[in-house]
């Protein structure tokens, strides 16, 4: 049953759905992922600005960098290699290249949509912009419950199979023993809430993406004259041109769009979560942050496991090797046994935030259509329950079980999105057309969208996040319009 509706979903829709809906949303935002690109940094300059008691734009990134950089970057890499060759690389970036597009519009109509609670935080996401913005409740329900049991089940049982794999290979130690540590360490800490989480992912994300990184130039750069090769192998069995995958383009372009999803999430509803509850000037600025973690992700983090595995030699087509065993054999192949070790490292690091990170949006997604305490005790038994069953499983039923409550969230969420596109594009082109008007930190005025159904205490008509001079330049702007 998981492989037909796997075969259904990724064979047929959503290969069509993400690549096609994220060329066309590229197109009719006149390029806004490469238009903005410069402009990231500069808004992420000023990310790290927060009110008392909020949560920073840059909080809020490094959240959904948290959940995007994990065993999607490391085992997820390796599973596309082994299963479509390296042609699946060349998918993963195409998927996300397209998707900053998606995300950049999914994070901003989160924002746009958001609601605030009674002790002044924010909550939105994909069931709020289909409740409030699409008026269908029961779809955001549907949406809803899909997120809990992708993130919170699905994505929580990869995470822990991939670690108890890794530490296996590693140390040799027995799985189910990773998996009751595991479970430990998050019983310990899901009672903490999104602000601890956001503390321990700004110290904790950024270092280990950086270590990683590091490790991976310097696997690169001792290996540096076999990268262009390496790179026309990418791109040659990507179209089927080269004999050792010919024929195989079709498992290339279905696994690279498969674990590009899987690790960049661009498209499948889990970034608006956090995108929202961050407090900005204008909703168009945290996506445009939040394309740039799709970015990171995957071309940046997955290029560096791709390299890392086809420069070490280790990789030959119908290698037996699983997963996040494949990585680790070539990174110790290229630097020694300790580089099996790193990864091990590595990986745990990762995996620590990303099982946090699920567990918020899940339990996120349940506050959704109840607030009564005793489904959330529940849920926290089931993650628990789902860590430890994910820690003994095999590689292909824990990875089928993912993609197919993956599959049909991102299929709710770009229906969604598409039916959303029109009033996406008029909030980029009232953010754009300030740009134009010389307002450096363009601000959202709730009075220019008063036909939607937005919530005036999360958007009030004089925003208390402006500086004086932001105030007198949109106050210009508006005048001359």
């Known amino acids: 049953m998981l492989d037909l509706l796997n075969d259904l979903l990724w064979s047929k829709l959503l290969i069509v759905m993400l690549i096609g809906l994220g060329l066309y949303f590229t197109v009719r935002s006149r390029f806004v992922q490469f238009r903005y690109f410069g402009s990231m940094f500069r808004i992420f300059s000023e990310a790290f600005q927060r009110q008392p008691g909020q949560l920073s734009s840059f909080q809020a990134l490094m959240l959904s960098v948290a959940g995007r950089v994990g065993a999607g970057n490391i085992a997820g890499v390796s599973v596309a290699i082994m299963l479509g060759g390296p042609g699946a690389i060349f998918w993963m970036w195409v998927v996300a ?43 955001g329900i549907v949406v809803s419950l899909l997120l809990l049991v992708t993130f919170g089940f699905g994505f929580n049982a990869v995470q822990s199979f991939t670690v108890a794999s890794s530490l296996h290979d590693t140390f040799g130690l027995p799985t189910h023993i990773s998996g009751i540590a595991l479970v430990v360490v998050i019983g310990l800490i899901i009672f903490g809430g999104i602000k601890r989480i956001a503390k321990i992912a700004d110290i904790l994300v950024p270092s280990m993406a950086f270590a990683y990184i590091a490790m991976a130039l310097f696997v690169i750069g001792g290996n540096i004259d076999q990268v262009p090769e390496v790179l026309a192998l990418i791109v040659k069995s990507a179209f089927g041109l080269e004999p050792a995958f010919a024929g195989g383009i079709g498992a290339a372009i279905i696994m690279g769009v498969k674990r590009g999803l899987f690790s960049n ?66 990174m110790a192949a290229v630097v020694g046994e300790w580089g099996r070790v790193f990864v091990s490292i590595a990986l745990l690091l990762f995996v620590f935030t990303t099982l946090i990170y699920n567990y918020y949006l899940g339990e996120n997604a349940l506050g959704f259509f109840t607030s009564k305490r005793w489904p959330v005790q529940t849920y926290r038994v089931l993650v628990v329950g789902l860590v430890l069953w994910g820690s003994v499983q095999d590689l292909g039923t824990v990875f089928a079980f993912a993609d197919v409550t993956m599959g049909l969230l991102a299929v709710a969420n770009l229906v969604a999105l ?33 036909d939607l159904d937005l919530d005036p205490a999360a958007w009030p008509a004089t925003p208390p996040t402006s500086e004086p001079s932001a105030q007198a330049e949109v106050s210009n702007y508006q005048h001359q319009r």
């Open 97 to 139: 290249l397209v998707g900053m597009a998606t995300s950049y519009f999914e994070c901003s109509l989160a924002q746009l949509y958001k609601r605030r609670e009674a002790d002044g935080t924010y909550r939105g996401g994909p069931a709020f912009y289909i409740q409030h913005g699409l008026g269908q409740r029961w779809l």
């Open 265 to 330: 999430e661009a498209g499948l509803g889990s970034a608006p979560n956090v995108a929202a509850v961050a407090q900005v000037k204008h909703p168009v600025a945290q996506g445009i942050v939040q394309s740039l973690s799709v970015f990171i992700d995957t071309i940046i983090l997955c290029s560096c496991t791709a390299l890392i595995i086809l420069l070490s030699g280790v990789y030959q087509p119908g290698t037996e090797m699983a997963g996040v065993v494949l990585t680790q054999t070539a």
């Open 418 to 450: 598409a039916l959303l596109f029109k009033v996406g594009l008029r909030l980029m082109k009232d953010y754009d057309s300030q740009v134009k008007a010389g307002v450096e930190s363009p601000v959202f005025d709730p009075k220019q969208f008063a």
